[in-house]
C-alpha cells in the first residue's frame, strides 16, 4: 500500500450553473469551465499538457470525445486519458492524473467532466437491460435501487425518516448553492419527503436525481510546479480505494454490498485516518440509500445502523459530518455523467474556503465518493474513495 504524499495537488477548479434542459453542447459547457480555472489560477492555457475526461451521456456514440473535446479547448497535449466509470470517473481521474505526472508523462492536467444529458438524451445503452431487466420492469436504475432498498429493508430495517432526514440535509444546503438547478430551488420538509409518490416502491421520487445538464473540472500538477506557478491554494490527494465488479464471481453476493466495503478501508489507511478523523462527507448520491449504505460499508457505523447514524448526527454545514454541502446531486441536480465531479468540486471549494454562506468551519480534510454502473442482480458496479487533504 502507497504511503501517504503530497507531492501532487489540486490547485483549481471550475463548474457551471446545473440546468434542466438548458440546450449548450457537452463541448461549450466545458470551455466554461476551463476558462473560469484559468482566470482562478492565473496559469495560462499552455502550461496544460494532460487531460483527463469522463465519458458522457450526451457524447455516447463519439469515439474519440476525449481528443475532440481537447482539440475544441485549444488544448495540446502529451498524456489524454478518457474513463469510463460513470459516477467514479472524475475521482478516478485524480489518481490516474498524479500517476502520470509523478511518472513524467505530463505536468499539468485538466481533469474534466461534462455532459448535456437532458438537452441530448443518449441512445440506449448498457449491458443486459433488453435481456433482463426491461421485461419484469427494472427499467434501469430507479427499478435496481427499489429492489435493493427492499433487499435492505427485509435484512435490516429501515427507517424512512432517516431517508427523509438526508433529503432535508442536502435540500437546505442546495438552496445556498448558486450553481444549483432552479427546479429544485424550494424548501422540502420530512413530511413533504415521506409523501411524495413510490416509482419503484419502496423508492420515492425524492429519493433520486434529476438529471440535468452541466460541467466541472479541477486542475491537477505537482507541489514543485504549483510553486513555480506560484499558486497559493491547493489540497492533496493522500488516499484513495477503488474496486470494479466486486464479488462478480459470486453469483449469490449480497446486492446491499458493495466495493465500499473494500474501498473505503483502503483510502482511510493510505491517508493515515478513520472515519472519525473525516471532517466533510460528499459521497455519490444518485439514491438516498446509497449514501447510508457508503456510511455503513466504510466504516462509520455498523451493518444495519445507518439510519440511527443518520438520525443521531448532524450532516448539516455545521453539524459533526458535514454532508454534501452543495446541496448533492439529488439537491443541486445531476449534469449526466459529469455527477461524480459535482461533489469533488465542492469538496475542492469548501477546503479553498470559497463556499459562501454554507462554508465549514476548519475543512481541514474531505472525503469524496463515487459510484458507477448498474448492473442486473448485483450491487453497483464501481466504488472509489477519495480523501483529501489541505
Known amino acids: 500500500m502507497m504511503a501517504k504524499k503530497k507531492d501532487v495537488a489540486i490547485v483549481g477548479y471550475g463548474e457551471t450553473p446545473i440546468v434542466l434542459r438548458g440546450g449548450r453542447s457537452s463541448y461549450d459547457l466545458a470551455s466554461e469551465v476551463l476558462e473560469q480555472i484559468l482566470n482562478q489560477t492565473g496559469v495560462e492555457k499552455s502550461e496544460i499538457d494532460g487531460i483527463c475526461v469522463s465519458e458522457t451521456m450526451s457524447e455516447t456514440s463519439n469515439p474519440f470525445w476525449a481528443v475532440f473535446l481537447a482539440e475544441h479547448l485549444g488544448l495540446q497535449t502529451n498524456w489524454t486519458q478518457i474513463n469510463g466509470m460513470g459516477g467514479a470517473s472524475t475521482a478516478a481521474g485524480i489518481i490516474r492524473a498524479a500517476s502520470a505526472i509523478r511518472d513524467g508523462l505530463c505536468t499539468t492536467v485538466l481533469v474534466v467532466a461534462s455532459d448535456a444529458q437532458s438537452s441530448y438524451p443518449p441512445t440506449e445503452q448498457g449491458g443486459p437491460r433488453w435481456e433482463f431487466q426491461y421485461p419484469v420492469g427494472l427499467r434501469g436504475p430507479t427499478g435496481v435501487f427499489g429492489m435493493l432498498m427492499q433487499r435492505y429493508e427485509h435484512q435490516y430495517g429501515l427507517k424512512y425518516e432517516a431517508l427523509a432526514k438526508l433529503a432535508v440535509t442536502q435540500r437546505n444546503h442546495g438552496l445556498m448553492n448558486p450553481n444549483a438547478t432552479a427546479k429544485l430551488k424550494a424548501p422540502l420538509t420530512e413530511k413533504e419527503y415521506l409523501d411524495s409518490k413510490f416509482v419503484s416502491t419502496p423508492l420515492r421520487v425524492l429519493d433520486s436525481v434529476m438529471v440535468c445538464d452541466g460541467a466541472n473540472g479541477v486542475l491537477v500538477t505537482s507541489t514543485e510546479n504549483a510553486k513555480r506557478l506560484g499558486l497559493k491554494k491547493a489540497v492533496y490527494p493522500v488516499g484513495y480505494g477503488e474496486v470494479t465488479n466486486y464479488k462478480v464471481d459470486d453469483l449469490l453476493a449480497d446486492i446491499t454490498e458493495s466495493g465500499f466495503t ?5 483510502a482511510l489507511a493510505q491517508a493515515g485516518m478513520t472515519p472519525q478523523d473525516v471532517r466533510m462527507f460528499h459521497p455519490y448520491d444518485d439514491f438516498l440509500i446509497a449514501i447510508m449504505l457508503q456510511l ?18 448532524d450532516l448539516s454545514h455545521k453539524g459533526k459530518l458535514p454532508l454534501n454541502t452543495g446541496g448533492g446531486q439529488i439537491s443541486a441536480g445531476q449534469p449526466g455523467l459529469a455527477g461524480g465531479g459535482l461533489n469533488l468540486v465542492e469538496a475542492v471549494r469548501q477546503m479553498f474556503g470559497e463556499a459562501g454562506e ?33
Open 358 to 390: 454554507r462554508q465549514v468551519s476548519d475543512p481541514r480534510n474531505a472525503m469524496v465518493t463515487g459510484i458507477g454502473s448498474i448492473p442486473y442482480a448485483k450491487n453497483w458496479s464501481c466504488s472509489n474513495v477519495l480523501i483529501l487533504e489541505q
Open 296 to 313: 455503513e460499508q466504510i466504516g462509520f457505523c455498523g451493518k444495519g445502523e445507518g439510519s440511527d447514524f443518520i438520525l443521531n448526527t
Open 262 to 266: 473494500v474501498a473505503g478501508p483502503r
